[in-house]
């Protein structure tokens, strides 16, 4: 079965850290760009940071620059999203994503995702 399982998500203070796991499985995802996305109940979902296929190129929202690193490990078929200076709006369900395209930089379009973990839940308190 292909899937996507993401982990690491949990309760943390203003201020803190986190850092959240991409587990692949079924295939290789290794020509594939990958993605984190966020979203709030009745939100639409939120682009947060992409990597490309190989993990040269990364892009992030204006609104996680700086304080979020996207990484990537192919042979261990795995992506992370690590998350400092936390803020309560940062608080959202959180999916990883592979690309339908393959051999790409990523894009901030949940449309060119076609796989997708189940979330793990973020949540920033004070």
């Known amino acids: 079965q292909v899937q996507l399982v993401e982990s690491g998500g949990g309760l943390v203070q203003i201020g803190g850290s986190l850092r959240l796991s991409c587990a692949a499985s079924?295939?290789?995802?290794?020509?594939?760009?990958m993605a984190w996305f966020r979203q709030l109940p009745e939100k639409e979902r939120e682009y947060v940071a992409a990597?490309?296929?190989?993990?040269?190129?990364?892009k992030y929202a204006d609104s996680v620059k700086g304080r979020f690193t996207i990484s990537r490990d192919n042979a261990q078929n795995t992506v992370w999203l690590q998350m400092n200076s936390l803020k309560p709006e940062d608080t959202a369900v959180y999916y990883c994503?592979?690309?339908?395209?393959?051999?790409?930089?990523?894009?901030?379009?949940?449309?060119?995702?076609?796989?997708w973990g189940q979330g793990t839940q973020v949540t920033v308190s004070s």
């Open positions: 990597i490309s296929w190989s993990g040269s190129t990364t």
């Open positions: 994503a592979a690309s339908i395209r393959t051999y790409s930089t990523g894009t901030n379009r949940p449309k060119d995702y076609d796989l």
């Open positions: 079924g295939r290789s995802f290794s020509s594939n760009a």
